[in-house]
């Protein structure tokens, strides 16, 4: 058990100075000052922290070897990473289950907290491939999108009413040598997605971090992506810029000051209390990483942003 003591906490919405107690890898406790505390305490002064990053990684899973592997694990944790997306593909229903627990296999040996989707052509998007997916606690899918046509044939009524239980969240992937056609088709998947209440969010990039109201939709907010008492103790250190200005406490950072850390990489990577990278040093522990199993998706997810979807569409017209 450790104290982090008056970190300089900044993240999207507003600066804070705050004071976190760590124990077996969670936050126990987060007050603004904690002077009486006589035990193990890290003085903070002159660092910057934020929020462990989570990414999807499209490469993770088809590393060739074991060497491979912790070379891309490290890349990750280099960038900020504490917990990794991975979606392998799959083209017929009865593969889901086996390619699920193939992906669990080769993740065993993570350093990194783990979550994992699939990845499935539009044409397998049907209930029962849904329920499938919701009992294997498969929080997202990455959904393969072609043509206008494909979507008109979807079951719309029978998927939304079958994600009412377990609202996984679809997330669309389209390819295309227009970008004319790349627009219309997204807008024309966030409309429908729209009109039947259907989770959904703008394509995911590479090795790019999630956002608050998207790691709420997965489910994996507050556990992860977020430093609150109960929350792992995923997070990052940065050196002060000198010629940066950090913000007031209550001053929103619409910020610079976010945007300005956000971008870098970080001095030093904490998993589940755990140091991982310091400075250019990174130490892989394999096998410390546990899949993250989401009870359900948007458990958390704030009336704010339940609206996003149909916001989301919209700047597409």
């Given at each position: 058990?450790?104290?982090?003591?008056?970190?300089?906490?900044?993240?999207?919405?507003?600066?804070?100075?705050?004071?976190?107690?760590i124990k077996d890898g969670k936050i126990?406790?987060?007050?603004?000052?904690?002077?009486?505390?006589?035990?193990?305490?890290?003085?903070?002064?002159?660092?910057?922290?934020?929020?462990?990053?989570?990414?999807?990684?499209?490469?993770?899973?088809?590393?060739?070897?074991?060497?491979?592997?912790?070379?891309?694990?490290?890349?990750?944790?280099?960038?900020?990473?504490?917990?990794?997306?991975?979606?392998?593909?799959?083209?017929?229903?009865?593969?889901?289950?086996?390619?699920?627990?193939?992906?669990?296999?080769?993740?065993?040996?993570?350093?990194?907290?783990?979550?994992?989707?699939?990845?499935?052509?539009?044409?397998?998007?049907?209930?029962?491939?849904?329920?499938?997916?919701?009992?294997?606690?498969?929080?997202?899918?990455?959904?393969?999108?072609?043509?206008?046509?494909?979507?008109?044939?979807?079951?719309?009524?029978?998927?939304?009413?079958?994600?009412?239980?377990?609202?996984?969240?679809?997330?669309?992937?389209?390819?295309?040598?227009?970008?004319?056609?790349?627009?219309?088709?997204?807008?024309?998947?966030?409309?429908?997605?729209?009109?039947?209440?259907?989770?959904?969010?703008?394509?995911?990039?590479?090795?790019?971090?999630?956002?608050?109201?998207?790691?709420?939709?997965?489910?994996l907010f507050p556990e992860k992506g977020?430093?609150?008492?109960?929350?792992?103790?995923?997070?990052?250190?940065?050196?002060?810029?000198?010629?940066?200005?950090?913000?007031?406490?209550?001053?929103?950072?619409?910020?610079?000051?976010?945007?300005?850390?956000?971008?870098?990489?970080?001095?030093?990577?904490?998993?589940?209390?755990?140091?991982?990278?310091?400075?250019?040093?990174?130490?892989?522990?394999?096998?410390?990483?546990?899949?993250?199993?989401?009870?359900?998706?948007?458990?958390?997810?704030?009336?704010?942003?339940?609206?996003?979807?149909?916001?989301?569409?919209?700047?597409?017209?």
């Open positions: 058990m450790y104290l982090l003591d008056k970190a300089t906490k900044i993240d999207e919405e507003i600066n804070t100075l705050r004071s976190y107690l126990n406790y987060v007050t603004s000052t904690f002077d009486k505390w006589n035990k193990q305490r890290v003085t903070m002064t002159g660092t910057i922290m934020t929020n462990g990053r989570i990414m999807y990684d499209d490469k993770l899973l088809t590393c060739n070897d074991f060497q491979q592997f912790q070379e891309r694990q490290s890349l990750l944790i280099k960038k900020g990473c504490t917990s990794v997306a991975v979606a392998p593909r799959v083209q017929y229903e009865r593969e889901i289950e086996a390619v699920f627990k193939r992906a669990k296999h080769s993740m065993a040996s993570s350093t990194l907290d783990f979550v994992i989707g699939i990845t499935l052509p539009l044409a397998m998007v049907r209930p029962s491939v849904i329920r499938m997916c919701q009992n294997l606690k498969i929080p997202f899918l990455r959904i393969e999108i072609q043509s206008f046509n494909e979507l008109k044939s979807l079951p719309w009524t029978h998927i939304s009413q079958t994600l009412l239980t377990y609202p996984t969240v679809l997330i669309p992937v389209i390819s295309s040598t227009s970008a004319r056609f790349e627009v219309a088709l997204l807008r024309e998947w966030m409309a429908y997605c729209n009109n039947y209440r259907i989770h959904t969010t703008a394509p995911i990039e590479p090795l790019v971090r999630w956002i608050k109201p998207f790691l709420q939709k997965v489910g977020t430093l609150l008492a109960g929350s792992d103790a995923d997070y990052l250190i940065f050196h002060q810029d000198q010629n940066h200005e950090i913000y007031s406490l209550k001053e929103k950072v619409a910020t610079k000051g976010w945007i300005v850390y956000d971008e870098k990489d970080p001095i030093v990577v904490v998993v589940k209390g755990e140091i991982i990278k310091s400075n250019d040093a990174i130490t892989l522990k394999p096998g410390f990483g546990r899949l993250i199993e989401v009870k359900r998706p948007a458990r958390f997810l704030s009336m704010s942003h339940v609206g996003e979807d149909e916001i989301q569409q919209k700047s597409y017209m």
